[in-house]
């Protein structure tokens, strides 16, 4: 792609073009892409406008960048390798004029349901090759696709597709992970029992186990695509039109809808993916998140495809059935960047140097890392286990929000720091502001991290909340994209994050915010109140720390009783990956005399510290302070 970066000096040429000309930067990335009519804007709008808009007047559909543009010279090429959870069953792969045919089949196929353009469809799927044709599917006929994370519970599905009013659930009888099978249609049942939204539940036969297909609703994927043709003309889009919604925890409510669309994020997840990666043709990528997040939606099918690249997507975990499969993997299929999370890092460091050392990693080029602050230890055993002090590190900043990487090096082109994302990529302008809003110019600083310039993948709205959308990212800082994270700028200017700077807990990768577990833990019978807060943690980064007061009758239960019967709402309500690492019942909750919860105390207890708690006067009762304490030695020394 002629937007492809190949040295420190081009980059830094780049960057500053990108300040100079915005326009023009973007333009040439722009053209590089098949627009079925020309855009006649490159951007209008900026950070106090209601809206920012990119390449209006184009017309394109992302699947025919990443599908059919490919088709004249490499259709016999890998789009996808796909590695299942059990390492005895077979690799499936599937070229590009394969994935391209059985995603046009697979969009007629929704368009016999009645899918139109703009239509909302809602994915609850495991990793398998169809996540990516049902994903690309959707995009195919002007569809916004939602992936929701197979491990959220029920009512956290259903939650999704009501504020999305999803027409079609794709889903699979059962999901496989390490041992484990996951009830997924049930799941999707449960959900959608008293949607009047939800006309129909496609499902993907993955174990074959029994599930309720009576209801007229529910359709096996292969009886439905059986028959249809492969032939699907791209939709033409707007550029400005929906791509998919993305839900995402924030510091109050529920989570959001994120919307993105078809040109800003085709532009920029291809460009991203292309430069951070130094991908060549022939590469072998693998990134092991899940479709179900962000970075499985820009870096395991978007980007790479766009860029015509081999994608390798792994249905399984990284300790199944040892500690050794991710390299074992690596290994298998001559993986040359791998682009994975800290918290993988750190489990997998904590089996030791064998499992890695017993696989030939010598085809690695670059490795990735992405979703929370990487510490020094991990990134030292990333980069002297892994990648045998060779590959270069890519420590890649951003969010749901963004799109595509923002802050992060280009392969080995970048200067490199231990737990530093690096230099911005050429397009993207961060700053550092005080919490006044003033912009902190120096080197060797810290503040609120915030974006100065708008970028094409940048955060549409929030799906049916503008407002929401407007308070959130853009208002608290006017004339700055707000991103919620504080970050220190070194010497050298590049940049290191801190961590979330509100009331988001970043656990294993996965946001979550600290009011919709604390209204998960309030459905638990006899809790009255509650309050989370994160803790530093050795595998997730971070843990949560629950306190919860309860009424009289929940009290004469045993501590255990109560703490799984916590638990378990916070399953049902969120799903395990939001479960608190620590319960702690409390009869109070420090408060200040306008009944504010001070949670900067209840952080300081949850991290052990127990003595300086600063001025505590403005508490409606100082003395509950001791007894959290006393409460939280309790539960740290078990
Ligand atoms: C955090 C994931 C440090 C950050 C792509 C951000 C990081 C949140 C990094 C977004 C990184 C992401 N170093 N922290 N390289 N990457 N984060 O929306 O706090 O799931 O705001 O997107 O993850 O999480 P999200």
């Given at each position: 792609m002629s937007f492809h970066i190949r040295s420190f000096e081009a980059y830094q040429a780049a960057w500053k073009k990108s300040q100079d000309s915005p326009d023009a930067f973007w333009r040439d990335i722009a053209d590089s892409f098949d627009w079925m009519e020309p855009f006649s804007s490159v951007k209008t709008g900026d950070f106090n406008a209601d809206h920012v808009r990119w390449f209006e007047g184009g017309k394109v559909n992302i699947t025919?960048?990443?599908?059919?543009?490919?088709?004249?010279?490499?259709?016999?090429?890998?789009?996808?390798?796909?590695?299942?959870?059990?390492?005895?069953?077979?690799?499936?792969?599937?070229?590009?004029?394969?994935?391209?045919?059985?995603?046009?089949?697979?969009?007629?196929?929704?368009?016999?349901?009645?899918?139109?353009?703009?239509?909302?469809?809602?994915?609850?799927?495991?990793m398998t090759p169809e996540l990516t044709i049902a994903v690309l599917a959707c995009a195919r006929i002007g569809a916004v696709h939602s992936v929701v994370f197979a491990g959220f519970s029920a009512q956290a599905l259903s939650d999704r597709i009501e504020d999305a009013q999803a027409k079609v659930v794709i889903t699979a009888d059962e999901g496989r992970r390490g041992a484990k099978t996951i009830p997924l249609k049930a799941t999707v049942d449960a959900a959608t029992a008293h949607s009047n939204c939800v006309k129909s539940?496609?499902?993907?036969?993955?174990?074959?186990?029994?599930?309720?297909?009576?209801?007229?609703?529910?359709?096996?994927?292969?009886?439905?695509?059986?028959?249809?043709s492969t032939v699907c003309p791209p939709e033409p889009m707007d550029s400005e039109d929906l791509l998919f919604i993305l839900y995402t925890s924030g510091s109050t409510g529920k989570p959001k809808g994120v919307v993105h669309v078809h040109g800003g994020y085709m532009v920029y997840a291809g460009y991203s993916f292309s430069n951070v990666f130094q991908y060549q043709p022939g590469d072998v990528y693998w990134c092991t998140a899940d479709v179900g997040w962000i970075?499985?939606?820009?870096?395991?099918?978007?980007?790479?495809?766009?860029?015509?690249?081999?994608?390798?997507?792994?249905?399984?975990?990284?300790?199944?059935?040892?500690?050794?499969?991710?390299?074992?993997?690596?290994?298998?299929?001559?993986?040359?960047?791998?682009?994975t999370a800290p918290t993988a890092i750190r489990s997998l460091m904590a089996s030791g140097t064998e499992p890695v050392l017993r696989h030939d990693l010598s085809s690695l080029k670059v490795?990735?890392?992405?979703?929370?602050?990487?510490?020094?230890?991990?990134?030292?055993?990333?980069h002297d286990t892994v990648g045998k002090k060779r590959c270069p590190i890519v420590d890649t900043w951003w969010q749901t929000e963004t799109g595509g990487i923002m802050i992060s090096g280009l392969g080995s082109l970048s200067p490199m720091k231990p737990a530093h994302a690096g230099?911005?990529?050429?397009?993207?302008?961060?700053?550092?502001?005080?919490?006044?809003?003033?912009?902190?110019?120096?080197?060797?600083?810290?503040?609120?991290?915030?974006?100065?310039?708008?970028?094409?993948?940048?955060?549409?709205?929030?799906?049916?909340?503008?407002?929401?959308?407007?308070?959130?990212?853009?208002?608290?800082?006017?004339?700055?994209?707000?991103?919620?994270?504080?970050?220190?700028?070194?010497?050298?200017?590049?940049?290191?994050?801190?961590?979330?700077?509100?009331?988001?807990?970043?656990?294993?990768?996965?946001?979550?915010?600290?009011?919709?577990?604390?209204?998960?833990?309030?459905?638990?019978?006899?809790?009255?109140?509650?309050?989370?807060?994160?803790?530093p943690h050795d595998i997730k980064g971070q843990g949560i720390h629950a306190f919860v007061i309860l009424d009289?009758?929940?009290?004469?239960?045993?501590?255990?009783?109560?703490?799984?019967?916590?638990?378990?709402?916070?399953?049902?309500?969120?799903?395990?990956?939001?479960?608190?690492?620590?319960?702690?019942?409390?009869?109070?909750?420090?408060?200040?005399?306008?009944?504010?919860i001070m949670r900067r105390i209840l952080r300081k207890v949850a991290e052990g510290e127990h003595e300086s708690f600063g001025d505590i006067s403005t508490l409606l009762d100082p003395g509950c302070v001791d007894l959290l304490v006393r409460g939280a030695k309790q539960l740290q020394t078990r």
């Amino acid at each position: 792609m002629s937007f492809h970066i190949r040295s420190f000096e081009a980059y830094q040429a780049a960057w500053k073009k990108s300040q100079d000309s915005p326009d023009a930067f973007w333009r040439d990335i722009a053209d590089s892409f098949d627009w079925m009519e020309p855009f006649s804007s490159v951007k209008t709008g900026d950070f106090n406008a209601d809206h920012v808009r990119w390449f209006e007047g184009g017309k394109v559909n992302i699947t025919a960048n990443a599908l059919d543009r490919h088709l004249p010279n490499r259709a016999q090429e890998t789009a996808i390798i796909w590695e299942p959870n059990d390492p005895q069953e077979s690799t499936r792969t599937l070229t590009y004029g394969e994935l391209h045919a059985q995603t046009c089949q697979f969009g007629n196929a929704l368009k016999s349901l009645g899918i139109k353009k703009g239509d909302r469809v809602v994915l609850y799927m495991p990793m398998t090759p169809e996540l990516t044709i049902a994903v690309l599917a959707c995009a195919r006929i002007g569809a916004v696709h939602s992936v929701v994370f197979a491990g959220f519970s029920a009512q956290a599905l259903s939650d999704r597709i009501e504020d999305a009013q999803a027409k079609v659930v794709i889903t699979a009888d059962e999901g496989r992970r390490g041992a484990k099978t996951i009830p997924l249609k049930a799941t999707v049942d449960a959900a959608t029992a008293h949607s009047n939204c939800v006309k129909s539940v496609v499902v993907q036969k993955i174990t074959g186990a029994a599930c309720h297909m009576e209801s007229e609703k529910s359709v096996y994927w292969h009886d439905l695509v059986a028959g249809h043709s492969t032939v699907c003309p791209p939709e033409p889009m707007d550029s400005e039109d929906l791509l998919f919604i993305l839900y995402t925890s924030g510091s109050t409510g529920k989570p959001k809808g994120v919307v993105h669309v078809h040109g800003g994020y085709m532009v920029y997840a291809g460009y991203s993916f292309s430069n951070v990666f130094q991908y060549q043709p022939g590469d072998v990528y693998w990134c092991t998140a899940d479709v179900g997040w962000i970075t499985g939606h820009s870096y395991i099918i978007y980007g790479p495809l766009l860029n015509g690249a081999t994608s390798l997507m792994f249905e399984g975990i990284p300790t199944y059935p040892d500690a050794g499969r991710f390299w074992e993997i690596c290994a298998k299929h001559q993986v040359n960047q791998f682009y994975t999370a800290p918290t993988a890092i750190r489990s997998l460091m904590a089996s030791g140097t064998e499992p890695v050392l017993r696989h030939d990693l010598s085809s690695l080029k670059v490795l990735g890392t992405v979703g929370e602050p990487i510490n020094e230890e991990a990134w030292q055993w990333y980069h002297d286990t892994v990648g045998k002090k060779r590959c270069p590190i890519v420590d890649t900043w951003w969010q749901t929000e963004t799109g595509g990487i923002m802050i992060s090096g280009l392969g080995s082109l970048s200067p490199m720091k231990p737990a530093h994302a690096g230099y911005p990529l050429p397009g993207i302008h961060p700053v550092l502001l005080d919490p006044s809003g003033q912009e902190i110019t120096e080197n060797n600083a810290e503040g609120l991290l915030c974006i100065a310039q708008p970028w094409p993948s940048m955060i549409r709205t929030t799906y049916g909340d503008h407002e929401r959308c407007r308070n959130t990212y853009f208002r608290p800082f006017p004339g700055h994209y707000f991103t919620g994270d504080g970050a220190k700028r070194d010497e050298q200017g590049l940049y290191r994050i801190i961590g979330r700077v509100d009331d988001v807990i970043n656990v294993s990768g996965h946001r979550f915010g600290t009011a919709e577990i604390e209204s998960a833990i309030n459905e638990t019978s006899g809790a009255i109140e509650s309050a989370v807060v994160s803790y530093p943690h050795d595998i997730k980064g971070q843990g949560i720390h629950a306190f919860v007061i309860l009424d009289a009758t929940a009290t004469d239960m045993p501590a255990i009783q109560l703490q799984e019967a916590v638990r378990n709402a916070v399953i049902r309500g969120i799903g395990k990956i939001a479960c608190p690492d620590r319960i702690q019942f409390v009869t109070a909750l420090p408060k200040t005399r306008s009944g504010k919860i001070m949670r900067r105390i209840l952080r300081k207890v949850a991290e052990g510290e127990h003595e300086s708690f600063g001025d505590i006067s403005t508490l409606l009762d100082p003395g509950c302070v001791d007894l959290l304490v006393r409460g939280a030695k309790q539960l740290q020394t078990r």
